[in-house]
């Protein structure tokens, strides 16, 4: 870990040496130390039952590590276009390639749109406090626009392959998917449509050879003073397809899946938070089970003063299936002192002081038996200092 934070100050100082020169450098990174945990199971965070909204992260993370993106800017001829390069490692990994791409933009004929190709991540709705988006083109090899303008809305779209820089598909397999991304729907006052559609085409992989998938999310600001935002999401997808638009598992079987979501973030004087309630089907394709899987919390953040906030988080999850397996039920609660550059929910950096204590039944402590779940333990208290950094 030392290692990889003195190269990105390194990276740092050659960007700000060559920022002049249309170089930029962003990036993301997070870790420190859990200072009490379970010796016995080594758990030192992800405590979750496995949904897609259900790791509720502040003090639970459960890993670090760091990702930059190097970012070359040229115009010619009055063309911009820059090439993006972005490295990560993160524990237990090895260093990987999570974007490289080239993207060109301000064409005479498409002046707003910005054309593409290569390893791009196209991430859309984050619900951070569980560390999940819920729309997502993903991130293997493609090409693609955005932004174009349709008057009424803006378009995306973008094809993409099973293959990433790092890692292409096995031999006798192939899989490629088309993005079709509606977004800025003007459908009332400070409300906005967003409909991405999502299709799959696999040859030589288990669980069919196909997928399709339907996301649609309504955005809506000022939701009752300003400063609230309340999105709610309509999800459904079907074989290789991933219900927020990327592959699905294209190492297994395909799903299907179906989701109901909805977050509300807000930011009032010195108080700002972010909340999520949810509920997400899951069934294998071959399969006659069916997994419920629910969740509800959020995490507040008040500013005692410019550098100093107070962090809360709860959550509470459930599991459920459909050949009565028993219910399956986690929560979680986490207090952070946090030092900060500003006041509001999403200022970074942050270094937290955290204290997390989590409880589950006895159905999760047996299906996760090999970690925190291990000798029938149903409760883990962790302790710890995490900093989290974007910029």
């Given at each position: 870990m030392k290692k990889i934070i003195l190269s990105a100050i390194a990276v740092a100082c050659i960007?700000?040496?060559?920022?002049?020169?249309?170089?930029?450098?962003?990036g993301y990174s997070r870790g420190g130390a859990v200072l009490s945990y379970d010796k016995d199971n080594n758990v030192k965070g992800g405590l979750s039952l496995g949904g897609d909204l259900q790791k509720f992260?502040?003090?639970?993370?459960?890993?670090?590590?760091?990702?930059?993106?190097?970012?070359?800017?040229?115009?010619?001829?009055?063309?911009?276009?820059?090439?993006?390069?972005?490295?990560?490692k993160w524990k237990d990994g090895e260093l990987s390639t999570?974007?490289?791409?080239?993207?060109?933009?301000?064409?005479?004929?498409?002046?707003?749109?910005?054309?593409?190709?290569?390893?791009?991540?196209?991430?859309?709705?984050?619900?951070h406090i569980v560390d999940k988006f819920l729309m997502d083109y993903g991130d293997t090899q493609g090409a693609g626009v955005t932004g174009v303008n349709l008057g009424a809305a803006k378009l995306g779209v973008g094809v993409f392959t099973g293959d990433t820089f790092d890692k292409q598909m096995a031999k006798g397999t192939s899989a490629r998917k088309l993005n079709v991304d509606l977004s800025d729907i003007q459908v009332n006052k400070d409300?906005?449509?967003?409909?991405?559609?999502?299709?799959v085409l696999t040859e030589g992989l288990a669980g069919g050879n196909s997928g399709s998938a339907l996301a649609v999310s309504h955005t809506q600001s000022n939701l009752g003073m300003a400063g609230m935002t309340n999105t709610l999401f309509l999800q459904t997808s079907k074989g290789h397809a991933e219900v927020g638009g990327k592959f699905q598992d294209l190492g297994g079987v395909g799903k299907k899946v179906t989701r109901i979501a909805n977050t509300i973030n807000w930011q009032s004087g010195p108080?700002?938070?972010?909340?999520?309630?949810?509920v997400q089907t899951n069934q294998d394709e071959g399969s006659s089970v069916?997994?419920?899987?629910?969740?509800?919390?959020?995490?507040?953040?008040?500013?005692?003063?410019?550098?100093?906030k107070f962090l809360a988080e709860a959550g509470a999850t459930s599991s459920t299936f459909s050949d009565n397996s028993p219910k399956q039920t986690l929560n979680k609660i986490t207090i952070a002192p946090t030092l900060a550059v500003g006041g509001d929910f999403w200022s970074r950096p942050e270094l937290r002081f955290y204290v997390t204590r989590a409880s589950w039944n006895k159905a999760a402590a047996t299906a996760n038996s090999a970690t925190f779940g291990m000798n029938g333990k149903t409760s883990q208290t962790l302790a710890g200092v995490q900093y989290e950094i974007w910029w």
């Amino acid at each position: 870990m030392k290692k990889i934070i003195l190269s990105a100050i390194a990276v740092a100082c050659i960007a700000q040496v060559q920022a002049a020169d249309g170089f930029e450098f962003s990036g993301y990174s997070r870790g420190g130390a859990v200072l009490s945990y379970d010796k016995d199971n080594n758990v030192k965070g992800g405590l979750s039952l496995g949904g897609d909204l259900q790791k509720f992260r502040l003090g639970n993370e459960g890993d670090y590590g760091i990702e930059i993106d190097l970012i070359k800017n040229f115009d010619v001829n009055g063309i911009k276009y820059k090439v993006h390069y972005m490295p990560s490692k993160w524990k237990d990994g090895e260093l990987s390639t999570n974007q490289a791409f080239v993207e060109m933009s301000g064409l005479s004929f498409a002046p707003e749109a910005k054309f593409w190709a290569g390893q791009r991540r196209l991430r859309i709705q984050d619900v951070h406090i569980v560390d999940k988006f819920l729309m997502d083109y993903g991130d293997t090899q493609g090409a693609g626009v955005t932004g174009v303008n349709l008057g009424a809305a803006k378009l995306g779209v973008g094809v993409f392959t099973g293959d990433t820089f790092d890692k292409q598909m096995a031999k006798g397999t192939s899989a490629r998917k088309l993005n079709v991304d509606l977004s800025d729907i003007q459908v009332n006052k400070d409300g906005k449509l967003r409909v991405l559609l999502t299709q799959v085409l696999t040859e030589g992989l288990a669980g069919g050879n196909s997928g399709s998938a339907l996301a649609v999310s309504h955005t809506q600001s000022n939701l009752g003073m300003a400063g609230m935002t309340n999105t709610l999401f309509l999800q459904t997808s079907k074989g290789h397809a991933e219900v927020g638009g990327k592959f699905q598992d294209l190492g297994g079987v395909g799903k299907k899946v179906t989701r109901i979501a909805n977050t509300i973030n807000w930011q009032s004087g010195p108080l700002g938070g972010q909340a999520v309630i949810g509920v997400q089907t899951n069934q294998d394709e071959g399969s006659s089970v069916k997994r419920t899987d629910s969740s509800l919390g959020g995490r507040i953040s008040y500013a005692l003063n410019q550098n100093f906030k107070f962090l809360a988080e709860a959550g509470a999850t459930s599991s459920t299936f459909s050949d009565n397996s028993p219910k399956q039920t986690l929560n979680k609660i986490t207090i952070a002192p946090t030092l900060a550059v500003g006041g509001d929910f999403w200022s970074r950096p942050e270094l937290r002081f955290y204290v997390t204590r989590a409880s589950w039944n006895k159905a999760a402590a047996t299906a996760n038996s090999a970690t925190f779940g291990m000798n029938g333990k149903t409760s883990q208290t962790l302790a710890g200092v995490q900093y989290e950094i974007w910029w």
